[in-house]
């Protein structure tokens, strides 16, 4: 084995990539390139702007051997037939925002019935949008859904050309510009539409390597652990801020009352595996997958396992 393919989608405003949360830490501290480094192993990173639909296709193609997905991209992928191994959880309940024209007066989601909504179809953006609309008895039948990409969708709102979008802690920019109105989040919908993300293994790798998978896995709880001390908080702000081209204020905004102790929890436990679920099932009656499946089936928490244990020795 020569090297370690990862794939992850570039959430970036900038010339460099940038996947946010436990994959920066991993990059900037070079964890799983030193932990391979004595067997001549190279871990390649792989940043998709195509994010779930790109790397899939790369995943069926064989050219890919780990990714970190938002739920709705790992779900479709497992749902048409990919050989992928659930192995830890890598981010739950991120935040997600509404950002409207300032002025337009919509303030709930029941106000965006028939307006333009600009939305990243086959993400995870997405589906927490279908989540959210849900909850207040909504559909995307009931609006006009556009599928953008979060810079055209910008582009897209700032030119006026839609009513609105819905995406992820990027949108607090276009409100510090005066260019949108952000009239409420998931938290405002009691959680619902809130994003989980994974790490997920192309099964032939898993089973052909699980000497190197364990490896990995482990290797990621030292980025992990990190991310969970309190006291890094403003250190992985400034990171993230420097990576991915995002004013420091702006995470200082969305992140100010996280606990990244519960965020970054990887724990494939009970309530997470129980979100997950009901991502397939929405997923599922939304018709964005034509087959669901019981999310247990999927899990391979056993590196997990054996790295937290080993952690607590």
Same mark, same amino acid.
């Given at each position: 084995?020569?090297?370690?393919?990862?794939?992850?989608?570039?959430?970036?405003?900038?010339?460099?990539?940038?996947?946010?949360?436990?994959?920066?830490?991993?990059?900037?501290?070079?964890?799983?390139?030193?932990?391979?480094?004595?067997?001549?192993?190279?871990?390649?990173?792989?940043?998709?702007?195509?994010?779930?639909?790109?790397?899939?296709?790369?995943?069926?193609?064989?050219?890919?051997?780990?990714?970190?997905?938002?739920?709705?991209?790992?779900?479709?992928?497992?749902?048409?037939?990919?050989?992928?191994?659930?192995?830890?959880?890598?981010?739950?309940?991120?935040?997600?925002?509404?950002?409207?024209?300032?002025?337009?007066?919509?303030?709930? +989601?029941?106000?965006?019935?028939?307006?333009?909504?600009?939305?990243?179809?086959?993400?995870?953006?997405?589906?927490?949008?279908?989540?959210?609309?849900?909850?207040?008895?909504? /559909?995307?039948?009931?609006?006009?859904?556009?599928?953008?990409?979060?810079?055209?969708?910008?582009?897209?709102?700032?030119?006026?050309?839609?009513?609105?979008?819905?995406?992820?802690?990027?949108?607090?920019?276009?409100?510090?510009?005066? +260019?949108?109105?952000?009239?409420?989040?998931?938290?405002?919908?009691?959680?619902?539409?809130?994003?989980?993300?994974?790490?997920?293994?192309?099964?032939?790798?898993?089973?052909?390597?699980?000497?190197?998978?364990?490896?990995?896995?482990?290797? /990621?709880?030292?980025?992990?652990?990190?991310?969970?001390?309190?006291?890094?908080?403003?250190?992985?702000?400034?990171?993230?801020?420097?990576?991915?081209?995002?004013?420091?204020?702006?995470? /200082?905004?969305?992140?100010?009352?996280?606990?990244?102790?519960?965020?970054?929890?990887?724990?494939?436990?009970?309530?997470?595996?129980?979100?997950?679920?009901?991502?397939?099932?929405?997923?599922?009656?939304?018709?964005?997958?034509?087959?669901?499946?019981?999310?247990?089936?999927?899990?391979?928490?056993?590196?997990?396992?054996?790295?937290?244990?080993?952690?607590? /020795?």
């Amino acid at each position: 084995m020569r090297e370690i393919r990862i794939a992850v989608p570039d959430l970036s405003a900038g010339a460099q990539p940038s996947g946010n949360g436990v994959v920066d830490v991993l990059r900037e501290q070079r964890i799983l390139e030193k932990e391979f480094a004595a067997d001549g192993v190279e871990v390649r990173w792989n940043f998709f702007k195509g994010a779930g639909p790109a790397i899939n296709e790369s995943l069926a193609n064989g050219q890919v051997d780990f990714a970190f997905l938002g739920d709705l991209g790992a779900i479709i992928g497992k749902s048409n037939g990919l050989d992928t191994r659930l192995l830890t959880a890598v981010t739950r309940n991120a935040r997600m925002y509404l950002a409207v024209l300032p002025g337009s007066g919509i303030r709930t +989601l029941g106000d965006l019935k028939g307006k333009r909504v600009a939305v990243f179809r086959g993400t995870a953006y997405q589906l927490s949008f279908d989540a959210a609309l849900a909850s207040q008895g909504l /559909q995307e039948r009931d609006l006009q859904v556009i599928s953008l990409d979060a810079s055209a969708a910008n582009a897209a709102l700032a030119a006026k050309q839609i009513d609105a979008t819905w995406a992820g802690a990027g949108l607090i920019v276009l409100r510090q510009r005066g +260019l949108a109105e952000l009239p409420l989040n998931t938290d405002d919908l009691g959680g619902a539409g809130s994003v989980q993300s994974v790490l997920i293994g192309n099964g032939a790798f898993v089973d052909g390597h699980p000497e190197l998978t364990a490896r990995l896995v482990r290797a /990621q709880q030292q980025a992990v652990a990190w991310l969970r001390n309190g006291e890094n908080k403003q250190a992985y702000i400034e990171l993230v801020s420097r990576l991915a081209s995002y004013p420091s204020g702006l995470l /200082q905004t969305d992140l100010a009352d996280a606990n990244f102790s519960e965020r970054f929890s990887p724990a494939l436990d009970r309530g997470f595996l129980a979100q997950l679920q009901a991502s397939v099932d929405l997923a599922l009656r939304q018709r964005l997958i034509r087959k669901g499946f019981d999310v247990q089936g999927w899990v391979d928490d056993r590196f997990l396992k054996q790295a937290v244990g080993q952690q607590s /020795q």
